[in-house]
């Protein structure tokens, strides 16, 4: 049977209870490096707590009438911490710092070896989304392009070849995923489009590395950040977004909603399926199907109905859960009216 027409996703993370985290402390921060204070339960009873609120984050998505849910990323700091801190060759106990474009220092993981994956690291999460829903089951993982930036290298003094060494450790775990009943993997590269001058020279390679061999639909994430964290306005195209085009990911998902893309880049995506924004996380106004409904027309003037998978902008962590839920109903309704007229 052929999949629905205009499958619902997320990107990938939903709120945490404030009873889970210090959401104040999370307000002000994208770990890069562990923050283990963030969390308000004690170790011993951690991964029961946060199996209890991947448990509500899965059954709000149902409840919601999304189609490929996610475990929420109950278990994580950041999208990329948890994972990119667990391999081999990571000193995260002391930092390096690295400074952006605007002067802003950051606290970030040391690559002091070989980066290297000795254990899987979000195989039980998988498990446990899988054994909780019979919906299609995303999960994701920070691409290797935006983990290199997030680090200071004291040890390849080669971008490329340390990058390529982050894919294959995603692949490695990709692969175990996939195993544990992943049915679409998801790869987090937000710096893309932070850094395009260098994601150009070799960004495609390492990203095609880490999906390699996988047989499920894989899926590559670009946005301009969390809208509670980068405030104000935000560019109305991509710089890095056609070289995706070659890359081997099915799919890719792109923000539009809140920076109000211009969506003939689509064109430039051709033949691959887009995850389209059409939730703006900015705005806490909920919004009405109908406003979704016409955000979903608007892309398939561009894309086929068969390639378009609408989602939220980015993920939904730093959102009020009230309001998170009421978007995702939006976003499942909006959808089923589109769809209807598609039949």
């Known amino acids: 049977m052929a999949p629905a027409l205009l499958q619902t996703t997320v990107v990938g993370s939903y709120p945490q209870p404030d009873w889970l985290v210090n959401r104040e402390m999370l307000s002000k921060m994208v770990p890069r490096t562990r923050v283990r204070e963030l969390w308000r339960v004690p170790e011993a ?7 209890d609120a991947t448990l509500l984050a899965i059954r709000d998505m149902e409840r919601a009438g999304i ?36 002067g802003q220092k950051t606290a970030v993981p040391r690559v002091v070896g070989k980066i290297r994956r000795a254990k899987p690291i979000e195989l039980r999460d998988m498990q446990f989304l899988r054994a909780n829903t019979e919906r299609l089951a995303k999960i994701t993982l920070p691409g290797p392009f935006t983990m290199g930036q997030q680090v200071k290298d004291e040890h390849y003094k080669d971008a490329e070849a340390m990058c390529m060494d982050y894919a294959a450790a995603v692949n490695e775990e990709a692969h175990d995923l996939v195993k544990a009943g992943a049915d679409v993997i998801q790869l987090d590269e937000p710096w893309l489009r932070n850094n395009p001058e260098e994601a150009k020279l070799y960004a495609v390679k ?138």
């Open 45 to 51: 009873f951690l991964e029961q707590a946060q199996d």
């Open 206 to 343: 390492v990203i095609d590395r880490a999906l390699q061999g996988l047989a499920v639909p894989t899926v590559v994430h670009l946005c301009f950040g969390y809208a509670a964290v980068v405030r104000g306005g935000k560019p109305t195209g991509y710089a890095f977004l056609p070289q995706l085009a070659d890359s081997i990911a099915q799919q890719i998902s792109i923000e539009s909603a809140q920076p109000r893309l211009d969506l003939g880049v689509l064109k430039d995506l051709a033949p691959k399926k887009v995850m389209l924004g059409v939730i703006d996380l900015a705005d806490p106004t909920i919004e009405t199907p109908l406003q979704v409904a016409d955000r979903i027309r608007a892309g398939l003037k561009h894309v086929a109905a068969d390639k378009l998978l609408p989602a939220p902008d980015c993920g939904m962590k730093y959102l009020p859960r009230a309001t998170a839920f009421g978007k995702l109903k939006a976003l499942a309704a909006g959808a089923a009216l589109v769809r209807k007229e598609l039949l």
């Open 67 to 102: 189609d490929i849910v996610t475990d929420g990323e109950m278990r994580r700091e950041s999208y990329s911490n948890r994972f990119a801190t667990a391999l081999d060759g990571i000193d995260d106990e002391n930092p390096g710092e690295i400074v952006n474009r605007v």
